[in-house]
Each structure stands twice: as structure tokens, then as C-alpha cells.
């Protein structure tokens, strides 16, 4: 694309240049013309010239001698000669009469001082009857006082042939003053000079304006084509590349170290607590705090290192050219995103702090293609949130294989069944006000002969229709009843069971039936039986879950939820009887501080609608006396007791004394006091 300012400068200086070619042609042609025209008039005076001349020199000189004594002649001045021609408009300043010797036959008029510098070849020339011509000119000079004549003079050489003869006889000069007609040709030259200046530079103006026209639409087309390519390879929020451009990169990458003998380090990064900060503060400082996330992961990576954002609050680290030394590099890079996210944030008007858990993995010992990479990861930060948020997680075979349903799952869920291989444990429910016990959390582990003991829904898929693990979901909702029920005929009063109902283990459409079936079946009064209920409820419009509540709550069974998961506009309108705070956001309290501001929210918002609040995970005094000042109702964690068996989970019960209260009046509960 052309430049218009460097087009107009080199137009102008282009137009200057044929501006001044112009006026020295037109000068020389102009002046050549005038130069002809005067010859032209100075040979038809020149033809009636020789019988005046001689007629005037026999009127004056009675002493006429043979044409050899011509030149002997004295020079004859006659000023009245001049005065005539010059009356007739003809600008003659003198005319001189040479011999063909070049000696002054005759003088008429005022011949310039400077005539001795007569032109010899323009002599020849008139000698040999063609004429010559010739403009001069001694300059500017004579107005300057240096003396000299400042006039145009135009001299014309014209041979001139006696009558009846046919040679030259005699040449004869004519000196003319040309100024006038001089100067009006430079007049004229000047004006045609400006006048073609100006066209050329008002169309080399007119050039240029459409040449910033044309290039300010270019370039407008240009950035509406940048911008629609940027939004789609990057993040209209925070300026990160999208997923879209992070593929290309992390295949750019991995083909790259393939080729070199390189690793590829890819971290797979989720904040703690950010849908809290939304739902409590706003979606305006939501973005404002991924904004300054953003700018941080920047600039605590190398500049070749690529930070992409995939949504919400994941964002995705791709770290290539890693050598040997890959485990010790990645960690002082996590190490270093971790304390860059946990120093506290200025917002307008608020100030927080955020921590992130973060998987990692690499090429090609965790992956051959970008999918599997990412997948990988994401693994790894997932079993950052379960190991307490805000750490760091190397992704591995063995933390994979924790994560991943054994083989043969339908045969061995049902052997694991019959072999009783899944255990249910409990762990009490501290009334941080009246230190008694508020009620009783059930935990269902899958003892299993290669993976160990875990967390049953860590190795169960999701609850499909008709997936075996549905039925170990109901096993576990049966047994939790039936369990119980004993104590309760045992004469053991514990308070409410609280059943974690996740949704790997029941069908959501199903639910209320299973629900209804555990409590026919075992006969437990609904008023002892509480559902808390998380991501089986996530993915469905909130018309949908509160139908849902609504027809469990008819059962007469309890419902929590965990604050963090759902919006405040949802907790508002769910039909609810507990609020909980999971173990996650309290680890990151007392850890970094991020997470004090959703706690506080929680537990505000719940008081208003007459709601306690338990916190799970509690496993310090400080975490216990931080929840107690900030008005939490009840807890539960290591701090109370780890999950235990029924048998000792009993026993523990037993030697204490017991004493029934009300744990909330829409729950009707009672608590025991805590051993």
C-alpha cells in the first residue's frame, strides 16, 4: 500500500522538477521564436535599406568619390535616423553599415558600447547571405551601478547585395530593444509555470486524498478481518489465546520436541472459588479478577511459553523446550503461578485472594497428541481439588488408575456386592455452640483387591441408565437406612444421617423412587435422613432440581447442598434445610486466604433464610475456631473424628453420656454430646 504522505512529497517534488524542464523549454523556444520573427522583420527592412543609405550619403557628402573610396568614407552619425525608426513602433536603437572587412561604413543612432563584441561566425554567416540572430543581454549588473546596459538587445547581421550585383556587398547590423517583449515572455513563462504547478500539485492533492481514503478503508477492512480472526483464536475477555488457538500450539509444540528430542509441559489450571466471587460480587469483578489473573500467569511464564484460557476459570499453560531436568523445572514454574495468583488482588473497592489448583503433564511420557495432553492434565488438576486446592498435581499411571474404573466393572461391582467389598463409614457432626453431636455423615468406600481403598465414586462411572453402579448407589442409600435404624432400636441417638448422594451412583429421574424404597424398606422415620446433593443437580435447569426437591421433601427427608457449587440466587429458591460448605473452600481459608469472603457470604446468606450452615473438612482447631467466630453453626472433619465403621463409630457413641436436643426445629433432630 502506498504511503500518501511520501506519495505528496515525492509528487510535489516531482511536479517541481517538470515545472522548471517546462520553463526552460518554453524559454528557449519562446525566445528562439522571437529571435526568428525579429530577423525576419530586420531582413525586410534590410531590402529597401542600401538605395536610403546611399541616396542620404550622396545628399550629405557633395564629394563623391569611385566605389573603392567607399571606404574611405568618414563615419556619418544622424541622430534623426533613430528618432524616425523608433517612432514606428520598431525598437531600432542603431543600425550599422560594415564593410566586408567587418570596418563601419555607417552609423545611424546610438550603437551600444559593447558593439565591439561582435559575433564573428554570425558575420560569416550574413556574409554568406543566411543572417544571423542573436538576444544579449549584460544583466542585472547595470541597475547594480557597475554601468553596464541592463537591456535585451537583439542584434541582426544581414549580408547586403548592391544593385546589379549578385554577391554580398556590405553587412549590415541592427540593433534592436527587446526588453518589453523579453519580459513579457518571462511574464508569461512564469504564469505558465505557477498555472502548471498548480494543476499537477491540486491532482497530486486530489491523488492523495483518495489515496488515504483508499488506504484508511484498507486499513479498516484490515482491522475488522484482525478482529474477526482475533476473536476467533482469542479470548474477547482477557486477550489469551482461545482453545481453538491453543490446539495449534500444543500440536505446533508437540511436533516440534518430536522432531528435536524435546519435552512439552502442559498445566491444566482451575481457581478455587471463583464461582463464589460471581455469584456473591458480581460477574463485573468476576471479570476483572480473571483479567488480573490473566496478566500474572503472563508474566510469570518466558516469553516463548503460551497461557491460553479455555472458559470460566480454567486456563491452560503450554510450556515447551523442556529438558531431563522437566519435574524440577515444572514445579518452580507451578510453584511460581501459585504465589503469583496468592498475593491479593485490588479491585474497585475490594480486595481478594484466589488460589488455583494446577495438574500437570508432559510429552511424551503423558501423552503422543495434544488431546490426550490436555486430558491428562485435566486429570492431574482434579486430583489437586481432591488433595485440598491449591497444590500442584504431576499427572501419573497410578493417579490415573485411581481415578479410572477397573476392567470388567459390571462382573466386579457384582462380585465386590457379594463379596461385601463396599464399606460404609461415618463420622459425626460437631453443634459448635453446644459442643454436642448434630448428626452423622455416611462415606462409602470400595475396599478393592488391586486399587486399594477409595472413595467409591472416585472409581465408579457415571450413573447411566442401567450401569451397574446404579445398583451400588442403592445398596449404599439401603444400608445407610438400615444402619440407622438399628441404632435407633439400639437406643443410639445420633441425630440426623446424612447421605452424599453423588451422581455417578443414582439416576437423577430415579431418585425419589430410590429414596422411597430405602425408607419403605427399612422403616426409618424420613425426620433422621438427610440427602446431600451436589453435581446430580448441576446440569439441570433450577425449575428442574427444585421439582425434584420439592418431591423428596414430600418424602419428609432433609436436603443440603454445598454453597459454593450454587448460585445465591439458587440457594435462595431451592427448598432446602442445611447450607454446607465443602472441605475444599475451607482448606483454601486458612491456607491463603482466598476463599474468607465466599465463607462469610455463605453463611450470611443462609442466617437471612433461617438456614445452618455445617463446613466439612475441618481439620484443625484454628479451622474450628475461625468457622465458630464467623458464625458457622456445625462442622464436621478429623477435628471431630475421621470416618470410622459402624462398630467404632458405636463404641465411641457409647461411652458417652447422650443427650437428645433439637438440631434445628425444621429438622427436628437430636444431638449427643461429643466424646
Not at 533613430?82 to 545611424?108: N, Y
Not at 519580459?183 to 492533492?205: A, E, K, P
Not at 512439552?264 to 481457581?271: A, K, P, Q, T
Request: charged share 20%; with cysteine.
Amino acid at each position: 500500500m502506498i504511503n500518501p504522505s511520501r506519495y505528496l512529497i515525492t509528487a510535489i517534488l516531482s511536479s517541481l522538477i517538470v515545472t522548471i524542464v517546462f520553463s526552460f523549454l518554453y524559454q528557449y523556444r519562446a525566445i528562439n521564436d522571437l529571435k526568428a520573427a525579429r530577423l525576419q522583420t530586420d531582413q525586410a527592412i534590410s531590402n529597401y535599406l542600401p538605395e536610403a543609405v546611399f541616396a542620404l550619403i550622396d545628399t550629405h557628402q557633395h564629394d563623391v568619390g569611385a566605389a573603392s573610396a567607399t571606404s574611405q568614407r568618414p563615419l556619418i552619425r544622424v541622430q534623426q535616423q533613430q528618432l524616425a525608426l523608433s517612432s514606428k513602433g520598431l525598437d531600432i536603437i542603431a543600425l550599422e553599415l560594415l564593410s566586408l572587412q567587418q570596418a563601419p561604413i555607417l552609423v545611424v543612432g546610438e550603437r551600444p558600447d559593447w558593439a565591439a563584441l561582435q559575433d564573428p561566425a554570425g558575420f560569416e554567416k550574413a556574409k554568406q547571405g543566411t543572417g544571423s540572430s542573436r538576444l544579449v543581454s549584460l544583466g542585472w549588473v547595470g541597475f547594480l551601478g557597475a554601468g553596464l546596459d541592463a537591456r535585451y538587445t537583439h542584434i541582426s547581421q544581414i549580408g547586403l547585395s548592391l544593385p546589379g550585383e549578385n554577391g554580398i556587398s556590405a553587412v549590415v547590423a541592427i540593433y534592436s530593444d527587446l526588453s518589453a517583449q523579453v519580459w513579457r515572455l518571462y511574464l508569461t513563462q512564469l504564469m505558465l509555470s505557477l498555472l502548471l504547478f498548480c494543476s499537477l500539485n491540486g491532482l497530486n492533492l486530489f491523488l492523495h486524498r483518495r489515496l488515504k481514503q483508499d488506504k484508511g478503508n484498507v486499513q479498516r477492512v484490515m482491522e475488522k478481518e484482525s478482529k474477526a480472526l482475533r476473536k476467533a483464536d482469542y479470548d474477547p475477555l482477557t486477550g489469551l489465546p482461545n482453545r481453538t488457538l491453543l490446539n495449534d500450539r500444543l500440536m505446533q509444540a508437540v511436533s516440534h520436541c518430536e522432531r528435536f528430542q524435546h519435552s512439552v509441559v502442559v498445566m491444566f489450571l482451575d481457581l478455587d472459588g471463583f464461582k463464589a466471587v460471581n455469584d456473591t460480587l458480581g460477574h463485573h469483578v468476576g471479570d476483572q479478577l480473571l483479567n488480573i489473573v490473566a496478566k500474572r500467569l503472563k508474566d510469570s511464564l518466558r516469553e516463548g511459553d503460551t497461557v491460553a484460557r479455555l472458559g470460566g476459570d480454567e486456563f491452560v499453560v503450554v510450556l515447551p523446550m523442556f529438558d531431563s531436568r522437566y519435574t524440577e523445572q515444572a514445579s518452580e514454574v507451578a510453584q511460581r503461578i501459585l504465589e503469583s495468583l496468592a498475593a491479593p488482588m485490588s479491585l474497585p473497592q475490594k480486595e481478594l485472594q484466589v488460589g488455583c489448583s494446577i495438574g500437570v503433564s508432559r510429552y511424551p511420557e503423558d501423552g503422543k497428541n495434544a488431546k490426550t495432553l490436555l486430558k491428562n492434565a485435566d486429570s492431574a488438576m482434579y486430583q489437586a481439588k481432591e488433595q485440598g486446592r491449591n497444590n500442584v498435581q504431576f499427572y501419573s499411571l497410578k493417579s490415573a488408575g485411581s481415578m479410572s474404573a477397573p476392567a470388567n466393572l459390571k462382573s466386579n461391582l457384582e462380585q465386590s456386592l457379594q463379596r461385601q467389598e463396599f464399606k460404609l463409614l461415618f463420622q459425626p457432626q460437631l453443634d459448635l455452640k453446644s459442643e454436642k453431636i448434630a448428626g452423622v455423615s455416611v462415606f462409602l468406600y470400595w475396599f478393592h483387591p488391586s486399587a486399594g481403598m477409595n472413595l467409591a465414586e472416585k472409581l465408579l462411572p457415571a450413573g447411566k441408565k442401567n450401569s451397574p453402579a446404579l445398583g451400588v448407589g442403592q445398596w449404599m442409600l439401603n444400608d445407610a437406612c438400615l444402619q440407622r435404624m438399628r441404632w435407633q432400636q439400639q437406643g443410639v441417638d445420633c441425630g440426623t444421617l446424612t447421605v452424599y448422594l453423588k451422581a455417578n451412583l443414582f439416576e437423577f429421574e430415579a431418585l425419589a423412587s430410590c429414596v422411597s424404597n430405602a425408607l419403605d424398606s427399612s422403616q426409618l422415620d424420613p425426620q433422621y435422613l438427610e440427602l446431600e446433593l451436589t453435581d446430580c443437580l448441576l446440569d439441570r435447569d433450577l425449575d428442574t432440581a427444585i421439582s425434584l426437591l420439592n418431591r423428596l421433601r414430600s418424602l419428609g427427608v432433609g436436603v443440603s447442598i454445598d454453597g459454593v457449587e450454587f448460585s445465591l440466587n439458587a440457594i435462595r429458591q431451592l427448598p432446602l434445610n442445611r447450607v454446607r460448605i465443602g472441605h475444599q473452600t475451607i482448606n483454601q481459608v486458612l491456607s491463603s486466604g482466598a476463599d474468607s469472603v465466599v465463607v462469610r457470604a455463605i453463611i450470611a446468606l443462609a442466617h437471612q433464610l433461617s438456614l445452618p450452615v455445617i463446613a466439612e473438612g475441618v481439620d484443625s482447631p484454628k479451622q474450628k475456631a475461625y468457622l465458630g467466630a464467623k458464625g458457622c453453626d456445625q462442622i464436621q472433619g478429623i477435628c471431630t473424628s475421621p470416618p470410622q465403621p459402624n462398630q467404632e463409630f458405636i463404641k465411641r457413641l457409647r461411652h458417652r453420656p447422650h443427650r437428645a436436643d433439637n438440631m434445628a426445629a425444621a429438622q427436628g433432630s437430636s444431638v449427643a454430646e461429643l466424646p
